[in-house]
């Protein structure tokens, strides 16, 4: 099992700045990918962005040139740097882990921090 614990959600003004942790523990050999999605009521939960153990990144399209996503492989944690906000960025924000051990592969995720770009 993996566990993940997601930090730095809150309230920001439209303009502002947030950066996002997640820290995993238990199991965390052979993780291949760790990323970001997020999900606003009513709506599907979406990639914001991942990063691949070897550094490779993908965003979605919505938040290019705003987010950064980050990865520190020895202390097992993906950050996400949020520059810019909008409130259409408001949203529940979920970590994501992918896992490949013998041939499987698992998906684990966080508990989800709300993020809140309001006046």
């Known amino acids: 099992q993996v566990q993940l614990v997601e930090s730095g959600g809150g309230l920001v003004q439209p303009g502002g700045s947030l950066r996002l942790s997640c820290a995993a523990s238990?199991?965390?050999?052979?993780?291949?990918?760790m990323g970001w999605y997020r999900q606003a009521p009513g709506e599907q939960r979406d990639l914001v962005a991942n990063i691949a153990q070897g550094g490779s990144t993908n965003y979605a399209d919505s938040v290019k040139g705003r987010f950064t996503i980050s990865r520190d492989n020895s202390k097992n944690t993906v950050y996400l740097q949020m520059n810019s906000l909008k409130p259409e960025d408001t949203a529940r924000y979920y970590c994501?882990?992918?896992?490949?051990?013998?041939?499987?592969?698992?998906?684990?995720w966080g508990q989800g921090t709300q993020v809140t770009v309001s006046s």
């Open positions: 994501n882990v992918r896992r490949i051990r013998a041939g499987l592969t698992s998906t684990y």
């Open positions: 238990g199991s965390i050999s052979s993780i291949v990918a």
